[in-house]
């Protein structure tokens, strides 16, 4: 069955510094997508960057990049630089490609940027 | 390209009331997705529209029912309120696509509060 999970509760970085959040995934299905999402205190969900089950090479947006690794089935987003209007609630994603389309979210990882 | 709208945006409603929350997805996507969101529970699927047709459904009483029009814009109704509906109601559009990479895109929320 799918299944995401997000092991950090809560993590905090020191501004313009790197951070990783943590993502693992599980399932049969040889072809999914992997998403991260942001949400700030304001609570909308936004879009920050999508990895292909195929795709040979980790996607990168801006600040952001998903760091892949297919065989440990983790899906880690990294941001670099780390600024204050980073802090929010960060959630990873699956959606497969058959059966019923679902997208399964994590529990999700409050992050904390410190001045 | 106009994003995802949800209306209204905070609603206050009293137990045993009904209420109906409106979404419309952006321009040319076909699918609409509805989450609940609260702090005890996280995020947790509601139900996804696809061409006018229900696609997938999570695990809500029937009390809790959509709808979707030939513009792709969806209702969600939810009848004899509980003060556990309390929440954040997230909608969500997407392409429609049936793989993995059909990415969703979040309106800014409908915070309803049951007192």
């Known amino acids: 069955a799918q299944k995401i999970t997000q092991t950090q509760p809560g993590m905090f970085v020191q501004e313009k510094e790197a951070v990783t959040l943590d993502c693992t995934y599980d399932?049969?299905?040889?072809?999914?997508?992997l998403f991260w999402y942001k949400q700030p205190s304001s609570g909308e969900m936004i879009f920050l960057i999508y990895?292909?089950?195929?795709?040979?090479q980790n996607a990168t947006e801006g600040r952001y990049s998903l760091n892949f690794q297919k065989a440990r089935k983790s899906a880690n987003l990294v941001i670099s630089a780390s600024q204050l209007g980073d802090s929010a609630m960060y959630f990873c994603?699956?959606?497969?490609?058959?059966?019923?389309?679902?997208?399964?979210f994590g529990t999700g990882t409050r992050l904390k940027v410190l001045a | 390209k106009a994003g995802v709208t949800q209306t209204p945006r905070y609603l206050i409603k009293t137990r045993g009331q009904q209420v109906t929350l409106s979404c419309s997805p952006i321009?040319?996507?076909?699918?609409v997705s509805w989450y609940q969101q609260t702090p005890g529970q996280g995020l947790q699927f509601l139900f996804e529209?696809?061409?006018?047709?229900?696609?997938n459904k999570g695990n809500f009483p029937g009390r809790f029912s959509g709808r979707q029009f030939s513009n792709s814009r969806s209702e969600m109704n939810v009848s004899t309120l509980e003060l556990g509906d309390s929440a954040l109601y997230l909608c969500?559009?997407?392409?429609?696509?049936?793989?993995?990479?059909?990415?969703?895109?979040f309106g800014p929320g409908t915070r309803l509060t049951v007192l």
């Open positions: 990895q292909g089950s195929y795709d040979q």
């Open positions: 321009s040319g996507h076909r699918s």
């Open positions: 399932t049969s299905d040889p072809s999914y997508g």
């Open positions: 529209y696809f061409s006018e047709t229900q696609r």
């Open positions: 994603a699956m959606r497969e490609a058959s059966g019923t389309y679902k997208y399964i």
């Open positions: 969500a559009s997407s392409q429609g696509a049936g793989d993995g990479s059909d990415t969703q895109y």
